[in-house]
């Protein structure tokens, strides 16, 4: 999310998909959502008389904020006198970050390409679309790290346009793809790497298989980071992360 002030909005219940129902004694708004697959994980008493439910949404973590009456659920940003938002202080406390070790455990099944070296110091797996330009100032911005003990692993998607999948095609099914993926990027401001006319059935299912897993982690953008932490537990970052983020969170090398 920006950092543009939002104004809170009654939530549109047809903007989310199914997924399963989650059990509890909610409001008829609130009840409505968890119905459309969100789930609830704290509640929680909120400035204004209003009552609050920490929540996810596809994996994404946000604030429910209930009227006194209980008929109307407001989704949105709330700041108070001096404009500071307060709704990232509820998301910590009352959203538990999510367990996100099956998800490396799925990943580590994928089809990806790795950069570094054979037997690293970090593993950091990167949802890279050929057409993402944040996906390309992540390639750069990693390439000092890969000598001091990074392995980079792009799980190559295409979801962003047209040519996504054929360029995606052409990386994934070169003899080298760790060479084409470092052309392609390096040409990027260029157009890159030329898509395949005729992708070859192997490497379609292998795509495929990759957007499938992207979509089934709640990952909606790219490029979207998956790494562990100082203490061993698995972490998620969602665009292109600050330098100062990459360098003490993610990737924790000189």
Known sequence: MNNAIR?????????????????????????RLVEQGVEIAEKFRAPGGLTGYGARADGRPLVLYVT???????????LDAAGRNVSEQHVR???P?????????QL???TWIAEGPANPKRIVYVFDDPN??????LWRASRPYLDKGLQVRHVMVAILGPTSPGKAAAILGADDPVAALGRHERDYDKGGIA????????????????NALMQALGVRATPAIFYRDAGGRVRSVLGMPQ?????????RLP
């Not at 008929?71 to 709330?78: D, Q």
């Not at 993402?132 to 100032?137: D, G, H, K, L, V």
């Not at 330098?243 to 990737?251: G, H, N, V, Y």
């Open 7 to 31: 104004v809170a909005v009654v939530v549109a219940l047809g903007a989310l998909p199914a997924l399963a129902l989650a059990a509890g004694d909610y409001p008829p708004p609130v009840q």
């Open 68 to 78: 006194g009456d209980g008929r109307h659920v407001i989704v949105g940003t709330m």
């Open 93 to 95: 406390d009352h959203v």
């Open 97 to 105: 970050p999510p367990d996100l070790e099956s998800a490396w455990t």
């Open 108 to 110: 580590e099944k994928a």
């Open 132 to 137: 993402c330009p944040y996906c390309n100032a």
């Open 195 to 210: 898509p395949v006319a005729k992708i070859d059935p192997r490497v379609r299912a292998q795509i495929d298989a990759n």
């Open 243 to 251: 330098q100062s983020t990459l360098d003490k969170e993610i990737f």
